[in-house]
């Protein structure tokens, strides 16, 4: 008698599995990232205290983890619009700048310009400078099948130097001693806050989107036909959907999402362009997309927990460790997900073999 | 400067800013061969970077530091393969991950070592002789020893793919995985190997650039030259000689900005930091177009093998 | 008696949801040719793919030469002398000849050297007649020439036991006749040679002896020059077939429906699929489309429904030229298909059943209002379907790949219907399925066909066919090889012509051709 341990590929995807692998899945990453702390002779336990009493510890640290977590709702919003449809949008970096580039024109060549048009038509501007830098991968994906991962990717870089050279260049601030930042915008390009901390509208922008992509995706017929085309395409087709239209409209969409929180980022917390906007929420609000398996209520909820993380990074410079902690725990929550998916989708089985 | 020198110049920049993105791209190569699709790059050349020049530092010895890259790399590509090959997990979400975590790693494992110089970084090694021919002298034989390596290893993985079996197994793999097993080929077993080595490779690129070509460790150095390296074998349309001449033209395109700034053109470096990735976008949409292009995948890239799929 | 080269003693293998062995027994001789025959699905591919290692069997043991083996790969199987071609070529395409050759052999330099190959492959051409050019790219072959290949790379790799399977779906008569050459050569030489197919005449051509499978299990082994051609037809499809009282008297044909005119298409592989199709589908007729899968029944429901492209001639559908609209057209104008590939094509399966009830209906104003769908109405519609239908399912929130086989038929079906479609294109609709739900399934085409549907049956079963069908065509090589009324029909000569066996020698000579 042999004892053999086989595959099985399940009919139905586990939904126990389903949340019980990303839980465990940050768990597992902080084991990881234990095991890295203890190598470098770091006490884990001292460090990641530290990194949660700094982000949930206190009023400031709760309100910066929320502050944090708004760009990554949104993008993660967009960023989950695409992958609905298997489309590997990596481009909500770059979609992030072109939106608060776009938004930042209006405050700075129009300072005078009332509030009830300023920031609306800042809005307007970021999704569509957003939205316009995630067609340009589509129309290539949908006319010649170029891979979009990578030329989403490619623009990330060329928008980050876009703005890099604004700032540094012609958007430079005159009365900025030379430093690389745009002159401040006016209080009407200022996103309103809550009370007095510095969680902004955004978050109810973000709220809203999640209430409405909800409805959109699961509810709309629109919605539909991008479920259908992202299960299958044949059936798509089979059907008589247009699936090149859609590769359109999806990746507007989700590049004017992003290029929203560019624009809440530069209208609701930064108060003028400048370099370094973003210390990579495009590409972390691909892991919280990934992980909330693109659920907008659930984006929300791991938002904040990536939030937090980023946070409590940053709280843990104080003690000598690299901010960076947070985003290597951030891909290594992500890689153990993915691995993770294996249980969801096959079984283990042991069984006895009669040995012939 | 001269006419002539400014070109010699470039092309010898060419040179230097392309084998970094050779390795990676010829590591690419030989994980796509063999069906897999890495993502992680990025990720796997800035842990590279890190650990070469950590190494590199502690043990005064460089040569050890391109050691540890080596290691480091193959280690990246063993998570891969695991995910990939074993959970069967999507290829390209799992190399995303690992580029994130690389790029996170490394950043934390390489804070402390901002800054320290590195004791005997990679010089460059004129040959005798050949570096002596007028143009082609300081263009193509006065780098350090990891060019000259790289050309090797062109050649190797040339001759590798088209004379020897393994070769021959290793492409069979990329292209029919259901017709390698049914011959008896291990394919499974094969492909770890393959991810493995070419997680090795990109681990060197990345050791390049904090050994020789920089030689410093920075945060994010890589800047996109990971992925740049995943279009460049699509470009090179997974060949390793057309890989060398691609990877050329994008270091030309890299170094071109810097040249022609210090040559008094007038526009802003940041367009010209600009041109490779614009360059890249361009190319790859010119190869998809040609129906070439999409062809010359191998024909089972980037799809998990199950042999009782029925 | 000498021994049998190769024993297999009560095989079993199952797959999720089917038996596909059910306690086989065969025995192979060396030196002979020998027949594995029965209809799609009837277990001879599994069988051999056991015996070539590439799949596990569940229980019962293999003996090659008196000694039991336990195949773990091909590798093994190959190594212990047993080769198989198969249906679709495990080649590597972009590679020539002498590489795929050179990646089959046992061992070998690290160097690649096709000397060895070159003489190998002289001496083959010599001994067997089989001619191959160890330079020529595969991707440039003929089929043919890419199945000789095949057979070369398992004869170079030494088996003695060489397995075909249905190596003639491919072929030209001309170079059907050229392997049979072959395989007598390489029988006389002492290989033991098998080969899977459909078609008697094949058997009765070659084979030495013959085994005729069904539903899994051995319904006969026997000599092929002591069996006649209806015994084997027999053996193969089974049971008596008795018209159905039942059957509801037809009332007289409608008017005409649809109808195609010398419609040529190709097939996935770019060779002949239709080859100048006539045909004429009327309202309130069930036209019964009999023949083995892969002589282009697939093409004619697609080229009739817009998913493939007509070559020449024409489709008209209510006195209108339709021939290459799109789908979605066609979808409007009333036509509807119950494809082969139920999930996959027909139904998604990562949906559940709402979802997919509203494939083509999720724009219709009863279920959806604006730009919402309305999933309340959709749902009510659906359980009011899977009620009617008596669809068992987990849930309707469920993903349809969890439903069997049969209730994902009948949901397939029941939405198609729900349309009101004029035609509908039905394929193998009780392929798969148990007593009940087949019977079900048949009641609803009649009732369809009652209220003046045309339909158009396409099955591999003549039981149902027969049961069904106002009009029977028989599909074979791409062509309408016979079309009767079905009072009309010869249930024999059916399934002769459904084999390529034609009743009169100037039949067989002018109706194989391709």
Redesign the interface.
């Not at chain 3, 070529?89 to 590679?95: H, I, Q, T, Y």
């Not at chain 3, 996959?344 to 949906?351: T, W």
């Given at each position: 008698m042999a004892m053999t341990v086989k595959f099985e590929k399940r009919l139905n995807p586990s939904v126990a599995m389903n949340v019980a692998v990303p839980l465990l899945s940050v768990l597992a990453a902080f084991l990881l990232g234990a095991v890295f702390l203890t190598l470098t002779d770091r006490d884990p336990v001292e460090v990641y205290e530290t990194m949660f009493k700094g982000a949930l510890g206190s009023r400031y640290g709760l309100s910066e983890t929320i502050v944090k977590a708004i760009p990554l709702m949104l993008c993660a919003l967009g960023i989950s619009a695409a992958f609905r449809m298997q489309l590997w949008n990596i481009g909500a970096e770059g979609q992030f700048y072109m939106g608060a580039f776009a938004a930042s024109a209006l405050p700075l060549k129009f300072p005078d310009l009332p509030a009830i048009l300023m920031l609306p038509g800042m809005l307007v501007l970021g999704c569509l400078a957003g939205g316009l830098w995630g067609l340009v991968p589509a129309v290539l994906r949908a006319r010649w099948k170029v891979n979009e991962i990578i030329t989403t990717l490619m623009l990330n870089y060329v928008a980050i130097l876009w703005v890099d050279y604004l700032v540094y260049g012609p958007w430079k601030d005159p009365k900025g001693f030379n430093f690389p930042l745009s002159a401040k915008f006016s209080a009407t390009a200022a996103l309103p806050t809550f009370g007095d901390s510095r969680i902004h509208v955004g978050l109810l922008l973000a709220v809203l989107l999640a209430i409405l992509f909800w409805i959109v995706f699961e509810k709309s017929r629109w919605g539909y036909e991008i479920k259908v085309i992202g299960s299958s395409e044949q059936a798509a087709r089979y059907a008589g959907m247009d699936i090149r239209a859609n590769v359109y409209k999806v990746m507007l969409l989700s590049g004017a999402v992003c290029g929203l929180a560019g624009m809440a980022e530069v209208s609701g917390i930064v108060g003028r362009l400048q370099p370094n906007l973003s210390p990579g929420y495009g590409y972390t609000a691909i892991i919280v997309a990934w992980i909330s398996k693109l659920n907008p209520a659930a984006i929300l909820v791991v938002a904040i927990l990536f939030g937090a993380l980023q946070v409590g990074g940053f709280f843990v410079q104080t003690t000598g460790v690299p901010a960076s902690v947070a985003s290597m725990l951030q891909g290594a929550v992500l890689f153990f997900v993915v691995g993770g998916e294996f249980l969801t989708k096959y079984r283990i089985v042991l069984s006895r073999k009669e040995v012939v | 400067m001269g006419e002539q020198a400014f070109f010699i110049a470039i092309l010898s920049s060419a040179v230097i800013a392309g084998t970094p993105i050779l390795y990676a791209a010829l590591g690419e190569l030989i994980t796509e061969k063999a069906g897999v699709t890495n993502l992680g790059v990025e990720g796997m050349m800035l842990i590279g970077a890190v650990s070469g020049f950590m190494a590199a530092i502690v043990t005064g010895n460089s040569w050890i530091g391109l050691l540890a890259a080596m290691l480091a790399g193959g280690a990246m590509g063993l998570i891969h393969a695991i995910l990939t090959v074993s959970l069967r997990a999507n290829q390209v979400v799992s190399g995303l991950a690992l580029a994130l975590f690389g790029s996170g790693l490394s950043g934390y494992l390489g804070k402390a070592y901002i800054g320290i110089p590195v004791t005997e970084p990679f010089r460059s090694l004129p040959l005798p002789v050949l570096g002596d021919i007028p143009f082609l002298g300081p263009v193509l034989f006065r780098h350090d020893v990891l060019v000259y390596l790289s050309w090797g290893l062109v050649l190797t993985l040339w001759f590798f793919l088209k004379r020897t079996r393994a070769g021959l197994f290793l492409q069979a793999i990329g292209e029919n995985p259901g017709a390698a097993d049914s011959l008896g080929i291990h394919v499974f077993g094969v492909r770890y190997l393959y991810v493995i080595v070419g997680g090795m490779l990109c681990g060197v690129g990345g050791a390049y650039l904090s050994l020789a070509s920089a030689p410093s460790w920075l945060e994010n150095m890589t800047a996109g030259r990971g992925w740049i390296a995943v279009a460049l074998v699509i470009f090179a349309l997974w060949r390793p000689g057309r890989a060398l001449v691609g990877a050329y033209l994008f270091g030309g395109i890299d170094a071109l900005g810097f040249h022609l700034q210090a040559a008094g053109v007038h526009l802003s470096h940041f367009f010209l930091q600009m041109l490779p990735y614009i360059f890249t976008i361009t190319v790859l949409t010119v190869v998809m177009a040609k129906r070439g292009g999409r062809l010359a995948a191998p024909g089972a890239l980037g799809l998990p093998y199950d042999r009782e799929e029925r | 008696m000498a021994k049998p080269l190769v024993q297999m003693r009560g095989i079993v293998k199952k797959?999720?949801g089917v038996v596909a062995n059910d306690r086989v027994d065969l025995d192979i001789y060396a030196g002979e040719i020998h027949a594995l025959l029965g209809e799609n699905g009837s277990g001879k591919s599994t069988i051999m793919s056991v015996l070539?290692g590439?799949?596990k069997p569940d229980?019962?043991?293999i003996l090659i030469d008196g000694t039991?083996f336990?195949f773990a790969?091909?590798?093994?199987a190959?190594?212990a002398g047993v080769g198989?071609v198969?249906q679709h070529?495990?080649?590597?395409?972009?590679?020539t000849v002498a590489?795929n050759l050179?990646?089959?052999?046992r061992q070998?330099?690290?160097?690649?050297s096709d000397v060895g190959i070159r003489a190998e492959i002289q001496k083959f051409e010599v001994r067997f007649g089989l001619a191959v050019d160890p330079d020529s790219p595969v991707w440039q072959l003929s089929v043919g020439q890419k199945q000789r290949v095949e057979i070369v790379r398992m004869l170079y790799r030494g088996s003695k036991v060489l397995i075909l399977d249905e190596p003639t779906a491919v072929l030209t008569p001309q170079e059907t006749a050229e392997l049979f050459v072959n395989m007598r050569k390489m029988a006389a030489a002492g290989c033991a040679v098998v080969f899977i197919t459909h078609k008697m005449n094949e058997v009765q051509a070659v084979a030495d002896r013959v085994t005729v499978l069904r539903g899994g299990k051995v319904s006969g082994t026997m000599l092929c020059r002591e069996v006649h051609a209806q015994q084997l037809v027999w053996l193969m499809v089974g049971r008596e077939i008795a018209l159905n009282a039942e059957r509801c008297p037809r009332g007289i044909c409608g008017s005409e429906v649809a109808s195609l005119k010398n419609v040529k298409a190709f097939n996935d592989s770019g060779r002949t699929g239709l080859n100048d199709v006539t045909l004429s589908l009327r309202a309130g007729q069930i036209f019964g489309i009999a023949g083995v899968s892969g002589n282009g029944q697939k093409e004619l429901a697609e080229v009739i429904t817009g998913?493939r492209t007509v070559t020449a001639g024409t489709v008209e559908y209510l006195g209108e030229e339709v021939t290459n609209l799109?789908?979605?057209e066609l979808?409007h104008r009333g036509i509807s298909?119950v494809?082969e590939d139920r999930l996959?094509?027909?139904?998604?399966?990562?949906?559940d059943a709402v979802?997919n009830m509203?494939?083509?209906s999720?724009?219709h104003p009863e279920f959806?209002s604006g730009?919402?769908?309305n999933?309340r109405a959709a749902e009510a519609a659906t359980a009011e379907i899977v009620r009617q239908y008596n669809v068992k399912l987990?849930g309707l929130s469920?993903?349809v790949?969890?439903m069997s086989g049969g209730n994902l038929q009948k949901l397939l079906l029941a939405r198609e219907i729900a349309e009101h479609p004029k035609l509908i294109i039905v394929v193998y609709p009780a392929r798969g399925l148990d007593v009940g739900a087949t019977e079900s399934i048949h009641k609803l085409l009649m009732e369809l066909r009652d209220q003046g549907t045309s339909i158009l049956l396409i099955s591999e079963d003549l039981d149902e066919l027969m049961k069904l069908s106002d009009r029977v065509g028989v599909m074979f090589g791409g062509r309408i090889v016979g079309n009767f009324a079905i009072e009309e029909v010869d249930l024999e000569e059916v399934g002769l012509l459904m084999m390529g066996l034609f009743r009169s020698e100037e039949e067989r000579i002018h109706g194989d051709d391709r």
């Open positions: - | - | 797959f999720p070539a590439l799949y229980a019962g043991e039991p336990a790969s091909p590798r093994d190959i190594a198989m198969y070529f495990k080649l590597v395409e972009p590679f590489q050179q990646l089959g052999e070998g330099s690290f160097l690649l998913l799109p789908p979605v979808i298909y494809p996959g094509m027909g139904l998604v399966p990562g949906l979802e509203l494939l083509k999720y724009k959806s730009w919402l769908i999933r987990a469920q993903p790949r969890s």
